[in-house]
């Protein structure tokens, strides 16, 4: 089983950049694959960028934060970050971070832990 906390959200003005942090629990950690999805207000959980198990490794984003946003991963600290630049209202959301046995993965059912979450709310 893996733990997983994330931490970083916050407020910021609109053009604004934050850095998320994940951090697992659990020796197996770098065996996952790790994405962030984001679920605003009244909206669905949205997939937002994943990277596979291992540090350096291949990466997917949504069309929405392509070039805005960088995953990446350090297996010894057992943490993955979602660097955030350029960011905007519609980026508002509880941001989440989830371990896959496969990927990198676009798709929520391929998950299978999933840590609690961090407000990011953007103002423009």
């Known amino acids: 089983q893996v733990q997983l906390v994330e931490s970083g959200g916050g407020l910021v003005q609109a053009g604004g950049s934050l850095r998320l942090s994940c951090v697992a629990s659990g ?8 994405g962030w999805f984001r679920q605003a207000p009244g ?4 997939f ?6 291992w540090s350096g490794g291949r990466t997917v984003y949504a069309d929405s934060v392509k070039g805005r946003f960088s995953i990446s991963r350090d297996n010894v600290k057992n943490t993955v970050y979602l660097q955030m630049n350029s960011l905007k209202p519609e980026d508002t ?5 989830a371990v896959a046995a496969i990927g990198p ?5 391929d998950y299978d832990y999933w840590g609690q979450g961090t407000r990011v709310t953007v103002s423009s």
């Not at 959301?93 to 971070?97: F, G, K, R, S």
Request: include cysteine.
């Open 27 to 34: 020796s197996t950690f770098g065996s996952y694959a790790t």
């Open 43 to 46: 909206k669905e959980r949205e």
């Open 48 to 53: 937002v960028a994943a990277i596979s198990a």
């Open 93 to 97: 959301a509880v941001y989440c971070c």
């Open 105 to 109: 993965t676009a798709q929520v059912y």
